[in-house]
Nanobody, 125 residues
Framework: QVQLVESGGGLVQAGGSLRLSCTAS????????MGWFRQAPGKEREFVAA????????YYADSVKGRFTISRDNAKNTVYLQMNSLKSEDTAVYYC??????????????????WGQGTQVTVSS
């Protein structure tokens, strides 16, 4: 069992940056692959980025590639999402997710069995 707590959301102007953090409970953080998803009002929750257990491989949605960077610090039980060049369409609740299984694909919601409560990101134009 792992509990995830996101932080770092807020209000930012278009073109600005934010860094989200997700801290996990427990002592086996490095055995979990981690992902970020987001959900805008009236829309489905969608994949944003993911990172393998060791941090050696990362994956991004096309809509954020080149602007967002996912990273992890296993010593701090934390995964980060650095978001640059933010756009109004990035406005959403951002969720952190974890899975202990080494799925081939980490871009689907069904790959994850632990979720955080979410943090709101609002980008004003």
């Amino acid at each position: 069992q792992v509990q995830l707590v996101e932080s770092g959301g807020g209000l930012v102007q278009a073109g600005g940056s934010l860094r989200l953090s997700c801290t996990a409970s427990g002592r086996t953080f490095n055995s979990y692959a981690m992902g970020w998803f987001r959900q805008a009002p009236g829309k489905e929750r969608e994949f944003v980025a993911a990172i393998r257990r060791s941090g050696g491989s990362t994956y991004y949605a096309d809509s954020v590639k080149g602007r967002f960077t996912i990273s992890r610090d296993n010593a701090k039980n934390t995964v980060y999402l650095q978001m640059n060049s933010l756009k109004s369409e990035d406005t959403a609740v951002y969720y952190c997710a974890a899975t202990q299984f080494d799925w081939p694909a980490l871009s689907t919601r069904d790959s994850y069995n632990y979720w955080g409560q979410g943090t709101q990101v609002t980008v004003s134009s």
